[in-house]
């Protein structure tokens, strides 16, 4: 119990975020996005293929960068398919030796940028023993101390009971606790099938914010959203399932691709719900290179790109000249 008038120490941890704080995103996305700090559950919103999971990858680097322990939960992708993307983006290459594009933001007028691309040769990831355990050297001193875990669970086969028996098997058996747990994805937890789906759905939601809670942590999970957001940007009412789920979020962070974007490298992000504070209402161009494992390589609030995310003006001229995708 905590006395609200005479506790002072509580009152001061209170409005102490710093012993929270767990990590943040690189450059402008702290700006936007803020701390991930214990006690949060966070989301990514995006329509199916629009980089979820890359995103989710993203963000496990950030936190083993601040020296945090880390588990990958993955429920849809294989084990050695999970390895390959973390190990490309830890090392910058693609699976095999190639050209690759990668974009930047040169600046263009003041305080307005563009993106333009650079043509580099990539090698491709070492496949014998000896380079690879040079990588995980140099991997190792980048990371500093923190662990790194994956689960590898089949759809529909764990329950929420089950991951928090996994937790506890981490814990006892092999001293692992992790300080940022990874979920891909929230949905795919098997809930009472004598309960109807929408409620199983919010059931899911609702305990693992309170595993966020009750064992100090912050998790991470995506969402997909509804058909509404298959030709336009995603919102609060593109929520597949259950608009409950905003309630159970501490934020909830949207991944918006259009085909220009995917043709210019570019995803576009934007925080649609959070439950402390306004928020920062901005829109984040964040350029990517998914051939060498790179969700973010750099990334601008939209206004300051001179960047039609339409692309209305491109798709003509390229039809015109008869070279329309």
Not at 283 to 291: A, F, K
């Amino acid at each position: 119990d905590v006395d609200i008038i005479e506790d002072t120490d509580a009152i001061i941890k209170a409005f102490n975020e710093e012993k929270d704080s767990l990590f943040c995103f690189p450059g402008e996305m702290r700006d936007i996005f803020g701390f991930c700090n214990r006690g949060d559950f966070i989301s990514f919103l995006a329509f199916t293929k629009r980089g979820k999971t890359w995103a989710l990858l993203f963000s496990m680097e950030c936190a083993l960068t601040y020296g945090n322990n880390v588990l990958f939960i993955s429920m849809e992708m294989t084990r050695e398919q999970v390895l390959r993307r973390i190990w490309q983006s830890f090392t910058g290459r693609p699976k095999k030796s190639m050209d690759v594009r990668i974009p930047y933001f040169e600046e263009v007028d003041d305080g307005y940028f563009e993106i333009q691309y650079s043509l580099e040769h990539r090698e491709g990831f070492p496949l014998d023993r000896n380079g690879i355990e040079r990588e995980q050297k140099r991997i190792k001193k980048y990371l500093r101390e923190g662990k790194a875990k994956l689960l590898n669970l089949p759809a529909n086969s764990c329950s929420v009971e089950d991951l928090e028996a996994h937790f506890d098997i981490l814990e006892y058996y092999y001293s692992f606790i992790p300080d940022v747990i990874f979920i891909d994805y929230a949905d795919l937890i098997v809930v009472d099938k004598n309960m109807e789906y929408r409620h199983q759905i919010d059931y899911v939601w609702k305990n693992l914010r309170r595993l966020a809670l009750e064992r100090n942590i912050c998790i991470f999970t995506v969402s997909q959203s509804n058909r509404g957001s298959i030709n336009s940007d995603v919102s609060e009412e593109n929520v597949a399932e259950d608009i409950r789920k905003l309630a159970h979020v501490t934020r909830m962070i949207g991944i918006n691709q259009s085909r220009v974007d995917r043709r210019n490298s570019v995803f576009r992000m934007e925080v649609l719900s959070e439950r402390e504070g306004e928020g920062v209402n901005k829109e984040l161009l964040c350029l990517s290179c998914l051939d060498i494992g790179k969700f973010y390589i750099d990334a601008l609030p939209i206004d300051k790109v001179l960047y039609d995310k339409k692309g209305e003006a491109k798709e003509k001229r390229d039809k015109k000249n008869g070279s329309f995708l």
